[in-house]
């Protein structure tokens, strides 16, 4: 498994809670008997376990310093799968909870200079990255864009950098202007972004000039895949079973509807949770979270939605 996995999982009582713009609330987690939580790093997640099957994954946003507490922040969707409904209605002060993590697949590399692009509730794992470049006296900036600006969570704290910081809602400013921000391709650069994936495919598009490693990106959804899904068999190495994983289901599915309590959460290729070792077998991978180089070299796969290449694959499983 990759140095982001952990195997921490506890149950945590929520604290505090705050409405920090529209439709999105702030949660703080403690631990029920005041114990010091995981170290974590900006960039890093952690998993709700909200219900038997609903998992969630959500950016912590707080201070990596304090130990005593993790925060995140959750939007209130339209088209909520359950996840932020759940929080939104029923995580208040007092309620327990067990929490898996922290997983960390966005983590902030050194740099002399950054470029932060945010798009609504994607300013989450940016605010700690924000803290750590100023608190490392690198060179840096952040483009905030949202619908509104009552719409923006956290615009207040960041009123506190200033001028390095453009919060720039759309009903006041139109679309962002990429362009003007990003600039230049720059060797010293580092430019990080999260938000809805046409925020991302835009940034993506214009950063292609860039040296291949400049950009870092988060996805809250996976990207669409058209490509085809034959079926294949997976030999799952530590339990002694072999699946068969048929067009219309993911590895996940058919070791899970074998008796295999394979870990997951998103089940979308964004969150790292089903990285699974593989043995033997070219996985075909159709995740958002391994780089290119991660890729190539086959190592692992995300279960939820990568496939194999060829008729076979040996999982640790």
Not at 34 to 42: A, I, K
Not at 89 to 104: A, C, F, S, Y
Request: charged share 25%.
């Amino acid at each position: 498994m990759s140095a982001s996995s952990t195997a921490y999982e506890q149950r945590l009582v929520v604290a505090e809670r705050a409405q920090v713009a529209s439709h999105v609330v702030s949660l703080t987690l403690r631990h029920p008997h005041d114990e010091l939580l995981p170290d974590w790093q900006p960039g890093a997640h952690i998993e709700l376990l909200l219900d038997d099957e609903l998992v969630r994954t959500y950016s912590l946003c707080g201070d990596p310093a304090d130990r005593t507490a993790w925060r995140i922040a959750v939007l209130r969707t339209a088209d909520s799968r359950g996840g932020s409904q759940y929080v939104h209605d029923k995580l208040h002060p007092g309620v327990r909870l067990d929490v898996r993590g922290p997983r960390n697949n966005f983590p902030l590399r050194p740099a002399r200079r950054y470029l932060f692009v945010a798009g609504g509730i994607g300013i989450t794992p940016l605010l700690p990255m924000t803290a750590a470049a100023e608190a490392a006296g690198a060179q840096w900036r952040l483009l905030y864009g949202g619908r509104s600006r009552p719409s923006m969570a956290f615009a207040d704290q960041l009123a506190a950098y200033g001028s390095r910081v453009l919060v720039r809602p759309q009903d006041e400013h139109g679309l962002l202007d990429l362009d003007a921000f990003l600039g230049e391709p720059d060797e010293d650069t580092l430019v990080y972004c999260c938000g809805p994936e046409p925020l991302l495919a835009a940034v993506e598009q214009r950063c292609r000039v860039w040296r291949a490693d400049a950009l870092q990106v988060e996805r809250f959804r996976a990207q669409e895949s058209q490509a085809p899904r034959p079926a294949f068999e997976v030999v799952c190495a530590g339990s002694g079973i072999t699946v068969q994983v048929p067009p219309e289901h993911s590895v996940l599915s058919a070791v899970r509807a074998a008796g295999i309590d394979a870990p997951f959460s998103c089940a979308e290729g964004i969150c790292g949770t089903c990285e699974t070792e593989v043995l033997e077998g070219e996985p075909d991978h159709r995740d958002s979270v391994l780089s290119a180089e991660e890729q190539e070299a086959g190592e692992t796969m995300m279960i939820c939605v990568s496939r194999a290449r060829g008729p076979r694959l040996v999982l640790d499983l």
